[in-house]
């Protein structure tokens, strides 16, 4: 697009989210003068190993293994990391591995490196090279405190167990990294002290890498650049069946003290604000005290966690179901580019009441119009549309939302404001029928104006709005960004507390530090090795030529002038991990108009109603794991398609040209596109 549009899609005096010069908050890798190669690995603590199903790899499927599941007490006193001094780039056969504790004391942490592929019986794991660090003693035990100074804890190795026998180290060679934390005995919080980790790829002289596995037995090797949706926080291949838990896993690539940071802000993630408890072994994990009782008086969920299943979407909608994982934003009408809140609701139908005498405004769907569409070849879709039904007063305008998944979030959050305007085209210059606009938003805490990125109408400039939002509007919970109830309704006192908010300030940026950090799957379009008679889990059971031929095929039909295959995140965002990172989100983050099929009746920021944020596209496949099978998931904002065809087959305004190109393709070749679009 030319400068001139450029300059157009802006409006003046607009704000970078994060200018030039903002600091970075910890470092992730950097070279010495001499070549030597430093990379800083965040870890945290699973309960069994990579390639470890719930069964043995010859045995009937006994459901999924434990690898990544985060194990009670996860998020107190048991990240840690890696510091590994590189040596061989400076030509050295050296490499050194320190351990760096982020809080409490570390009681013989062994390490084990290398997978062992010369032994045929290797299998979920296994490894050449089992070691501890020469952790100083106190009495008779080694320990590793936080903080503690570089020469304690650490090992060195000096050649390549993979081969037999042990041959210099060079650039280039594969090495498994699988440290075992334990912690000091007893535990200062009376969780457990024994834990695994995760397994991790590192490249000799050119640091960690997401790996998939390759003969023989899986052996790990580095993923091709091109299934890197998420660039270097993309999560490795998953060996050990849980396919469902793929949306809740740190960036590959985490740096030590955000792997704390995340942790910690998926707690909170998962806490009701109702009764203080995790979401996970709810009798067990402490209770997080000061949130009982934060949750408003009138709400829809009482945790994050509640509405986003598993890191994805809400409950699908279903006739007469109350949906309370769904937001419905109402408004009485608009001025310009402000929203006037309705006068029962306010901004949000809060559907659910702690005082059971309360008005009920529950929302569900009454019924569906149904239209059916017959293709060229006699394929027939049918296209249902919600009518809601109000228990409560009808709002004048409203609009039903879907809890969108919530991965590669931070990845969205650093891309430069200036990629984006690139690719906006309000005067459709090139007369593909696409244009593209950025909504602009109002920072409600600083009145900045900035770029819309989150939300089905991109009207969330930032992480940390789209997180105060979320908490005033579905759990009736204050914090920095919204310190007033009244803010759901509008009210003219909204920015005065009027009593100190549920969320202080770290725990605010707790949580948007954890969605920043999350990473998002590698793409699913290389085939894994598994040996002769090992049943392949149906997340592995691909198709790469029907994958290549579909996303050929949805480039022809012009679904990439919205959904953009790739962007480039900027390199001034507070997280190392998410700077200058080649990403694959299929989406632009701009408005579309998708036509009066597509269109509610609310406007939001500069979205008028018919305008929609393109959606990314990375995680479609994981999807139907994610969501406890392909019959929950639904697509577009309120969840009305099924199906990706049908979701297809609702797009109109500036989608109608692709979607009829998609409709006129063969069946086959429609069947190739959904292949790649669930290779995602």
């Known amino acids: 697009m030319s400068t001139h549009h450029a300059a157009r899609s802006a409006p003046p005096g607009y704000s970078e989210l994060f200018p030039q010069g903002t600091p970075l908050v910890e470092q992730l890798s950097y070279t010495e003068a001499d070549g030597t190669l430093v990379t800083l690995m965040g870890m945290r603590p699973t309960e069994r190993h990579a390639r470890e199903r719930g069964e043995d790899w010859f045995a009937p499927d006994n459901g999924p293994g434990r690898y990544l599941t985060f194990p009670t007490f996860y998020f107190q006193n048991r990240t840690f990391g890696l510091e590994i001094r590189d040596g061989v780039p400076a030509g050295r056969q050296r490499i050194e591995v320190y351990l760096r504790v982020n809080d409490g004391t570390f009681d013989g942490t062994t390490f084990s490196l290398f997978r062992n592929i010369n032994n045929p019986n290797v299998r979920d794991y296994g490894w050449s090279l089992n070691y501890g660090f020469n952790n100083p003693k106190e009495g008779n035990l080694p320990v590793c405190h936080a903080g503690q100074p570089r020469e304690d804890c650490m090992m060195v190795f000096q050649s390549n ?48 890498r997401p790996w998939y596995g390759v003969a023989p037995n899986l052996d790990s090797h580095p993923l091709p650049d091109d299934t890197l949706l998420g660039g270097l926080t993309s999560v490795s291949y998953n060996y050990s069946d849980e396919p469902m838990r793929m949306f809740q896993q740190m960036a590959n690539n985490i740096g030590i003290g955000n792997a704390k940071r995340f942790v910690e802000g998926r707690r909170l993630f998962h806490t009701s604000f109702q009764d203080g408890r995790h979401s996970e072994h709810p009798t067990v994990n402490p209770v997080f005290a000061a949130h009982i009782g934060q949750r408003g008086p009138r709400y829809n969920q009482s945790s994050c966690i509640a509405c986003h299943t598993a890191n994805g979407r809400g409950a699908a909608p279903a006739v007469g179901v109350r949906l309370d994982t769904l937001s419905i934003l109402a408004a009485a009408g608009d001025s310009g580019a402000v ?102 938003i109002e920072d409600p805490e600083t009145g900045r104006t900035l770029l819309g990125r989150f939300g089905w109408k991109a009207a969330k400039a930032s992480l940390r709005q789209q997180v105060g939002d979320a908490l005033v509007k579905d759990i009736g919970v204050t914090s920095p960004v919204f310190p007033s109830r009244s803010c759901q309704r509008g009210g003219a006192d909204c920015r005065i507390p009027t009593a100190p908010v549920s969320v202080a300030e770290t725990e605010l940026q707790r949580i948007a530090e954890y969605l920043a950090l999350i990473g998002v799957p590698a793409q699913r379009s290389v085939r894994s090795d598994y040996p002769a008679g090992m049943r392949v889990p149906l997340e592995h059971q691909i198709e790469p030529a029907r994958i290549a031929n579909g996303a050929a095929l949805f480039e022809r039909a012009g679904c990439a002038a919205c959904h953009a295959p790739t962007l480039k995140t900027g390199s001034t965002h507070p997280f190392a991990e998410l700077r200058d990172q080649t990403i694959h989100p299929y989406s632009d983050l701009l408005l579309h108009d998708m036509g009066p099929g597509l ?54 305004g500036e989608g109608e040209n692709s979607r009829r190109r998609f409709e006129a393709l063969s069946r086959d070749e429609r069947a190739d596109v959904v292949a790649f679009l669930e290779s995602l």
Do not use: C, M
Request: negative net charge; glycine residues 12%; without cysteine.
């Open 339 to 440: 929203v006037l809140p309705d006068a029962t609701y306010g901004f949000n139908v809060q559907q659910n009441a702690q005082d059971a005498a309360a008005p009920d405004y529950g929302v569900s769907v009454g019924s569906y119009e149904v239209a059916t569409r017959t293709l060229h070849d006699g394929e027939t879709i049918e296209l249902r549309k919600p009518v809601y039904a109000f228990k409560g007063p009808t709002p004048a305008r409203y609009s039903a939302r879907q809890a969108p998944q919530v991965i590669g979030l931070g990845l969205l959050e650093a891309v430069a404001e200036a990629t984006v305007l690139a690719l906006a085209d309000p005067d459709d210059a090139d007369g593909d029928g696409v244009k593209g606009v950025p909504n602009w």
């Open 161 to 208: 167990w993979r081969t037999s026998p042990h041959s210099p180290l060079k650039i280039g060679d594969k090495i498994e990294l699988a440290p075992a934390p334990r912690l000091k005995r007893p535990t200062v919080d009376g969780g457990g002290d024994r834990y695994y980790s995760f397994e991790q790829l590192y490249i000799v002289g050119v640091g960690l």
């Open 599 to 652: 269109a509610d009746t609310l406007a939001e920021g500069r979205a008028r109603p018919e305008q929609w944020r393109t959606p990314p596209l990375w995680g479609l496949g994981s999807l139907r794991f994610v969501q406890g099978g392909a019959q929950n998931v639904r697509y577009l904002h309120d969840g009305r398609a099924r199906s990706l065809v049908e979701a297809i087959g609702w797009h109109g």
